[in-house]
């Protein structure tokens, strides 16, 4: 008897990607969709569309469908064994959402397995173009938002972030305020995880707590959406949301149109999606106390913490392991870019130049230190390149081993102090640092 599997899938930005394990965890299958390259008749770059105001940023709803139609035809191809798929579950980029047009379930739920599901499901959208985590056009619903509950450090208190022109809620609040005939025709609004869900599920999934906690509408202290919040973007929102739920939840049994379609078994468990930092903290096991730092274009910040304190910069996302506790989330613009330019400046472009330099010097920098923004960051909100020498005296330059050193250190450093304001608490951290060679060491 052929041994049990299990289906991870990953809706990104770029692709969408699968992956099967065995139940010792061993990888026994693995593919993906590149958006662009494989899905040329959505013009997507990147996996999306920048408008022409180059501040609203969408996703082809139906791309992202019919790239999941695709991998599973690949899957059946190679001789992929469905019956043997125990449980799936995945995560999707955050903040993204989709608007489902009133009468969808009837049709998500009697999908016929002889179509693929994207030409069954195409009338299904309120929003042919759904907003994703890149767009930043709606200052005007964060300041509103913001305004309604009683200011942006009470909104962190609410829902662990203050106002994000790419959260969720306010971007619900732009759909309303500019098209609210397609509000009205909305009868479910998915986030890109729980709509992935609701496409295996056969059905309305439920979002999960902690996808759920980057929208500025979830009361992260009780799990429940915030009614003032709510009320502040657009009516009948808590009928639209449905009820969110934990994140480990298991949601149901796989739809018949995968059965009839592919041959997966009628026990195939769907387990909540999420999204995919919340992911990330997950897959990577971390345990209370522990940090990750993924280096790349921009540094991502994420641990496990027992008791935040949300404040202005950073978030606060609900434990998508343990519900009762909670994650906290830094993201920093200037990354591995930020790095290379140093390298090339300081080591002739070469990453083993640059380790050696590094080397050479002392922890601490003998006082010398410097923060390096070339673009405008977003925690703090700094730019320009800022060095101070042992007696605190800011100055123009440092010798090349100085200035590498002064930039790691000072990268790092801010890490860890922005870090402890949102309550994480420093004793002997098991520091993971997952990222590409770009990070430079």
């Not at 390259?37 to 139906?62: I, Y």
């Not at 993204?96 to 994207?118: D, E, F």
């Not at 739920?245 to 769907?270: A, E, M, N, T």
């Amino acid at each position: 008897m052929a041994a049990p599997s299990f289906l991870g899938w990953d809706f990104s930005t770029q692709q969408l990607k699968v992956i099967a394990i065995d139940e010792h965890l061993r990888v026994i299958y693995e593919d993906n969709v590149n958006f662009d390259k494989d899905l040329p008749e959505f013009k997507t770059q990147g996996g999306a569309h920048v408008h022409g105001d180059r501040l609203t940023v969408t996703s082809p709803v139906l791309m992202w469908v019919k790239a999941l139609d695709m991998i599973l035809e690949k899957m059946k191809s190679s001789g992929f064994n469905f019956s043997q798929v125990r449980a799936l579950s995945g995560a999707g980029q955050q903040h993204g959402s989709v608007y489902w047009k009133k009468g969808s379930i009837q049709i998500l739920k009697n999908a016929s397995p002889k179509l693929p599901l994207h030409q069954a499901l195409k009338a299904c959208f309120a929003i042919s173009d759904s907003p994703i985590w890149m767009d930043s056009s709606t200052a005007s619903q964060c300041s509103a938002l913001e305004n309604a509950v009683g200011g942006a450090q009470r909104l962190a208190n609410i829902t662990g972030s203050r106002a994000y022109e790419r959260f969720t809620g306010n971007q619900i609040a732009k759909i309303y305020n500019q098209n609210p005939e397609v509000y009205a025709q909305t009868e479910r609004i998915s986030l890109v995880s729980s709509f992935a869900a609701s496409l295996f599920l056969g059905a309305y999934a439920p979002i999960d707590y902690s996808d759920g906690s980057g929208m500025n509408l979830l009361q992260i202290w009780d799990k429940s959406w915030s009614a003032s919040c709510l009320d502040a973007c657009a009516p009948e929102l808590v009928e639209k949301l449905g009820n969110p739920v934990p994140s480990h939840s298991v949601l149901g049994s796989i739809s018949p149109y995968y059965i009839q379609r592919y041959g997966f078994s009628p026990d195939c468990k769907i387990v909540a999606f999420t999204g995919d930092n919340p992911a990330s903290l997950a897959g990577m096991r971390l345990e209370e106390g522990d940090i990750a730092i993924s280096l790349g274009t921009s540094d991502t910040l994420f641990l496990w913490i027992q008791e935040p304190t949300p404040a202005l910069e950073g978030h606060i996302l609900c434990n998508p392991v343990d519900s009762q506790t909670y994650m906290a989330l830094l993201c920093f613009k200037n990354g591995s870019l930020m790095r290379e330019r140093i390298r090339n400046e300081c080591a002739s472009g070469s990453w083993d130049e640059f380790s050696k330099a590094l080397s050479s010097t002392v922890a601490g920098n003998n006082g010398n230190l410097g923060f390096y923004f070339d673009v405008m960051e977003i925690t703090p909100e700094a730019v320009g390149v800022h060095r101070f020498n042992s007696d605190n005296q800011k100055v123009l330059n440092f010798p090349k081993e100085v200035e590498i050193r002064a930039l790691i250190e000072g990268q790092f450093m801010a890490k860890r102090i922005h870090a402890e304001k949102l309550g994480y608490k420093v004793s002997q951290p098991r520091a993971e640092c997952p990222g590409p060679r770009s990070g430079g060491f």
